[in-house]
């Protein structure tokens, strides 16, 4: 079955200082991947997402992610973090089944950040 | 920018009453989903429609919870009986490819 990692349950980061979030997951094909980002008490916003192609993948708000197929991993990262950028961040992956993508998300567990002025 | 959208933003319920939780999806997507997260946990898929009719369902969404699109625009996700382990934010989401999503903002539901 698919499943997302996210090893780190809280990080802390001070404003201006680059960023890294990991995400790992299991998967038997290409998979869908996607970065979601969740201010607090608000919805799901997508930062970005890799279907194929290029690796390195552009988003929203200066995130970046690489796909990297050996280390089945997609982390998440940003040059210079700005104190807006507190909030949680969910890896998520499509799932499929033999029949090809189910449309259905798996998500990890999340990781919050936390901006130091 | 096409937005998903969810009502009511918060809603509070008894234990036992039935909740209608409402979306609407973007209007030329073909692809609907319900999503909960209970405070603190991940997102967890609860049900995908297309074509009229339920695709996948996940074993949360048990005989208590159904799924309707009565007019063509509107996408609700119902609870029968409400227990307290329902409490949880509840998100809808659509696309047209079946990848992809946009998510609304998320109703709270708060079972008491």
């Known amino acids: 079955a698919q499943s997302v990692t996210q090893p780190d349950i809280h990080i802390t980061v001070s404003e201006g200082a680059s960023l890294e979030l990991r995400c790992n997951y299991s998967?038997?094909?290409?998979?869908?991947l996607f970065w979601y980002v969740q201010s607090p008490g608000q919805g799901l916003q997508l930062l970005l997402k890799y279907f194929s192609g290029d690796t390195l993948v552009q988003g929203i708000k200066g995130f970046e992610a690489e796909f990297k197929r050996s280390q089945s991993s997609f982390n998440l990262r940003k040059p210079s973090v700005h104190w807006s950028d507190a909030a949680e961040y969910f890896c998520?992956?499509?799932?499929?089944?033999?029949?090809?993508?189910?449309?259905?998300?798996?998500f990890g567990q999340g990781t919050t950040l936390q901006v130091k002025p | 920018e096409p937005e998903v959208t969810q009502t009511p933003s918060h809603q509070v319920t008894q234990m036992g009453q039935e909740v209608i939780l409402r979306c609407v999806p973007i209007?030329?997507?073909?692809?609907f989903y319900w999503y909960r997260q209970i405070l603190g946990q991940k997102v967890e898929f609860l049900v995908s429609?297309?074509?009229?009719?339920?695709?996948?369902k996940s074993e949360i969404f048990d005989d208590q919870f159904s799924v309707e699109r009565p007019d063509g625009s509107n996408f609700t996700l119902k609870i029968r009986s409400t227990k307290l382990e329902d409490s949880a934010m509840y998100f809808c989401?659509?696309?047209?490819?079946?990848?992809?999503?946009?998510f609304g903002s998320g109703t709270r539901l708060t079972v008491v």
């Open positions: 209007s030329n997507h073909l692809y």
């Open positions: 989401a659509s696309t047209f490819t079946g990848v992809g999503y946009t």
């Open positions: 429609f297309y074509n009229n009719e339920i695709s996948e």
């Open positions: 998520a992956v499509g799932a499929s089944d033999d029949s090809g993508n189910t449309g259905k998300l798996i």
């Open positions: 998967y038997g094909a290409t998979p869908y």
